[in-house]
C-alpha cells in the first residue's frame, strides 16, 4: 500500500472498501467505487513463500503500460491488540447501507483508529464488537462489518486485491510484477521482498478516481497486520520504476 497522514477530502471515496495504501509520505488515489455490498469474511494470509526469480521468459513478456514507469503502493489492515492509545468513543453505521451514522460503536484507542482512516479497516479484537472490522471512509464514515472489501463488496483478499490506474487496467484484469524497481529512497527492493510481490499475483478490483490515483499506480493489498511496528515492514513498501505484465 511509512506511517501516514490522515485521509482529507481529496480523498473523496479512497478507503470505503479496500483503503488505499501509500508509502513514505505518497499521496494515496481515490477509489472509483460504490458503496459496498455484504459478503461473508475473509481471512488473513501471508505474504507468498519466497521462489526463485522470474524465468528469462517472465522478463520477456509484453509490459502492461510503460515499462519501468509503475508505483506500487501497499495498504494493510489494522489489529486492534497491537495499539495502546487512549480510548476514544466512535460513532457511525452499526452495518452496511448507511453512511455518515450516529449510532455508538464503542471505544478504541486512538492510534488504531488513526491507522484505519489510513488503511481503511480495522479488525476490532476487544468488547461486545470482538471479531468484527470497524471500517472508515471519507464519504461513509466509520461502519461495523463482518470483513473489509474490495469495491464490489467481496473480501479483501491479501496478496492478491488491488486497486490501480483504470487509464492503464481494467477492474478484473490480472496482472504480475515483472520488475520491482526500486524503493522510495532510490535503493533496490530486498530480494525476499522483491521475489515475494513477483510470486503474487493481482487482480484488479478497485479503480482510482481519475486525476487521484496517477498515473501508472497500483496499490496493493498485504492482510492484517503482524506486528507491532508493521508499518516498517519491508513489506509495506514503495516500488517506484517498477514493471507490470499480465498474468
Avoid at 472498501?17 to 477509489?31: K, N, P, T, W, Y
Wanted: glycine share 12%; net charge positive; aromatic share 8%.
Amino acid at each position: 500500500m511509512r506511517p501516514r497522514a490522515a485521509l482529507a477530502a481529496v480523498l473523496a471515496l479512497c478507503g470505503a472498501l479496500a483503503g488505499c495504501g501509500r508509502a513514505a509520505g505518497d499521496s494515496a488515489g481515490a477509489l472509483d467505487v460504490p458503496p459496498p455490498t455484504a459478503t461473508a469474511a475473509s481471512s488473513p494470509a501471508a505474504p507468498p513463500a519466497a521462489s526463485p526469480s522470474a524465468s528469462p521468459e517472465a522478463e520477456r513478456v509484453r509490459p502492461l503500460g510503460k515499462p519501468g514507469a509503475w508505483r506500487i503502493t501497499t495498504y494493510y489492515t489494522a489489529v486492534e491488540s497491537l495499539y495502546k492509545g487512549r480510548p476514544k468513543a466512535v460513532k457511525g453505521c452499526p452495518e452496511l447501507h448507511c453512511s455518515h451514522g450516529t449510532t455508538p460503536l464503542g471505544s478504541y484507542p486512538e492510534d488504531f483508529l488513526a491507522v484505519i482512516q489510513e488503511e481503511g479497516g480495522g479488525r476490532i479484537t476487544s468488547g461486545p464488537q470482538r471479531g468484527r472490522y470497524l471500517n472508515w471512509s471519507h464519504s461513509v464514515g466509520y461502519w461495523l462489518d463482518d470483513t473489509t472489501r474490495d469495491s464490489a463488496g467481496h473480501p479483501l483478499r491479501p496478496w492478491s486485491s488491488a486497486a490501480a490506474d483504470k487509464s492503464v487496467l481494467a477492474r478484473g484484469q490480472r496482472f504480475a510484477i515483472v520488475d520491482c524497481g526500486k524503493d522510495g529512497n532510490g535503493h533496490r527492493i530486498e530480494a525476499a521482498v522483491c521475489t515475494a510481490f513477483r510470486k503474487a499475483r493481482w487482480t484488479v478490483t478497485d479503480l482510482f478516481r481519475p486525476g487521484y490515483g496517477g498515473e501508472n499506480h497500483a496499490d496493493l493489498y498485504i492482510g492484517e497486520e503482524t506486528g507491532r511496528g508493521f508499518a516498517g515492514s519491508p513489506f509495506y513498501t514503495t516500488l517506484s520504476g517498477a514493471t507490470l505484465g499480465p498474468s
